[in-house]
């Protein structure tokens, strides 16, 4: 009798444990990345394939401690767009995070638009989503559409 009641107390501790780790435990998705084109606001035309932009001299920095933080920016190859796409991962995790909601877009040595970029955070199966709640680019607010890169007109 004292051997069944210490196996169904440890089962019972056994099941208590594992019930609340689970519990406990929440996953968390990664934002998707900022990926953005710059396109023409009259006509549509691509500024970074036409060469009125040069993307290798494209650069995102924000400020935090009164210390400039430059952010990694990267041109992505995707097939199904029709425009050149620039990619940086940082800047989601750094306004999720509180970092900082604004950006400086370097377009060429004299010449910076501003970006604001938020995110929120919803539950989806059970893990924390963060996705974007809030983008502007030189005081316009600008579509959100999950998965897609954000059209920046200038």
């Known amino acids: 009798m004292k051997k069944t009641f210490k196996i169904v107390a440890f089962v ?6 594992i019930t609340s780790c689970k519990e406990d435990e929440r996953c968390s998705i990664h934002p998707e990345p900022f990926r953005f084109s710059i396109i023409e606001k009259e ?12 993307p290798e001299e494209i650069g995102i920095h ?26 940086t991962v940082q800047l989601p ?34 893990c924390d989503y963060h996705p974007y709640t809030t983008v502007i680019h030189n005081g316009q607010h600008i579509d959100i559409v999950e ?6 007109k200038k």
């Open 12 to 17: 019972v501790i056994t099941t208590l444990i």
């Open 43 to 54: 006509t549509g035309t691509d500024l970074l394939d036409n060469g009125a932009y040069n």
């Open 93 to 126: 995790m750094i306004s999720l995070t509180g970092l900082s909601d604004i950006f400086y877009l370097e377009l060429g040595t004299d010449e910076t638009d501003t970006l604001m970029v938020a995110l929120g955070m919803e539950e989806r199966g059970g």
């Open 147 to 152: 998965e897609k890169a954000f059209i920046l």
């Open 62 to 87: 924000y400020f935090a401690n009164d210390e400039r933080k430059d952010l990694i920016v990267n041109r992505e190859t995707d097939p199904d767009t029709i425009y050149i796409e620039l990619v």
